[in-house]
């Protein structure tokens, strides 16, 4: 049966920041980075976040709108390269972000007859549902828009904000950084340079990305060869979501979580074969539970599984950068288990061990083995792969433009990636949700695996 969702667009403006608007700090003009260049032709990210407004409030057209819209133009003088262009000129080395006088951002305006509380509540549904409410963002092998927004208003009740961002430009703190932004200066309605919070003031120097291994010449000679020689396009990887995906909402709360980690300390202590501490932070203990979970929905053997996971570099640097850097500063890693031992009994066990080890290999360098990270992508041919998106830490649920917390975010564009995205829950108990895209019988047996083990504690 065909997803319920018929979305139609109203308008398409063109959001620009204020003319002549006064020096922000924001520059016109942005080389990448080592950190960026990694993600060059990865697909964008996109994400939904849900509002639930009142029968009661003032007509939307008349005062959500233009709201919205006025505090996007005055964030955008705080971020300009999100309203340029990426492009590589061939007197450059690599791409550059290049903002003009007059760029701006598309603002599509949408309207939808989906439930509104269908898709931003926790049953499953399909992935088709989520695709037109999040933007397209034009790109071409000679340059590439940074950033699309869509405003989606719900017959029933509520509207959504769907962003797509350029992930050579935007990592996810530095997403949300600039979400909440929009929002502080919407919910404030103040002139936009004055009332910027430091917390909400991106750093954009680029001095600060040090590059003592040459890993920033490797990725663009990475990047060229790939479908190369000397390919310097900057058309993004076009994924298609698999046929029949649903969405699937899970929560971990913190009770929960204690009680995880105090299970997966006694079995480890059981197999007695533990040589240095376990990582036991909320993030591994969420990672391992999900991993060993999806690993017997999908129930293969006698395969190798990857969990990728992203560490936020800022802090982790040999020189620290700014907490509020504008840009990519994330790098993965691979944790590497045997199918048939997360299939086991002591499956969570086997993956925080992993995990762990992982972990504590950052204290080695957090870029030690990037070189290999491209290649091993480009290769990957049997093996299972899955990456770990988004951070509990971007409590996203704190976006916030002037109607109360969101009621759901979701990241729509892990279906394309398979990814699985890890956000704050709703509530701010401490709790975390998991978020992932499967077929409707692999799901289902994942949502049986998933809450029958937490009943179990």
Known sequence: MAPNNSVKVVE??????????????????????????????????????????????????????????HSLSLTLQHYLPLAGTLTWPKDSHKPIINYTEGDSVSFTLAESSADFYHLSGNDFVEAEEYHPLVPHLPTSHEQAQVLALQLTMFSNCGFCVGITAHHAVLDGKSSTMFMKSWAYLCKQGGDGLSSMPPELTPSFDRTVVKDPAGLEGIFLN????????????????????????????????????????????????????????????????????????????????????????TVDARSRLEAPIPGTYFGNCISGRAVVAERNELLGEEGVAVAINAISETVKSLDDGVLRGAENNLP???????????????????????????????????????????AICLTDSRDGAGGIEVGLFLKKHEMEVFASLFFSGLEAL
């Not at 260049?37 to 233009?66: G, H, K, M």
């Not at 000397?230 to 913190?254: C, I, Q, Y």
């Not at 091993?376 to 917390?405: C, H, Q």
Request: overall charge positive.
């Open 12 to 69: 398409v403006f063109r959001v620009s920041p204020p003319p002549s608007s006064p020096d922000s700090g924001s520059p016109r003009s942005l080389p990448l980075t080592l950190f960026d260049l990694i993600w060059l032709r990865f697909p964008p990210v996109q994400r939904v976040f849900f509002y639930e407004i009142s029968p009661t409030n003032a007509p939307f057209l008349d005062s959500i709108l233009p709201n919205l819209k």
């Open 222 to 309: 990475q990047w060229m060869n790939h479908d190369g020689p000397n390919n310097r396009s900057l058309m993004v990887w076009e994924l298609k979501a698999p046929p029949d995906l649903v969405r699937g909402t899970f929560l971990l709360t913190r009770p929960k979580l204690q009680k995880l980690r105090q299970l997966i300390t006694t079995a480890v202590e059981e197999r007695n074969e533990q040589t240095q501490p376990l990582h036991l932070s909320t993030f591994a203990i969420t990672c391992a539970y999900t991993w060993v979970c999806l690993a017997k929905a999908e129930g293969v053997m006698d395969t190798k599984f990857l969990l990728v996971i």
């Open 376 to 418: 091993m992508i480009f290769a990957l041919k049997t093996d299972r792969l899955v990456g770990i998106a988004g951070s509990p830490r971007f409590e996203l649920y704190n976006t916030d433009f002037g109607w109360g917390r969101p009621r759901k975010v979701e990241m729509i564009s892990i279906a394309k990636t398979g």
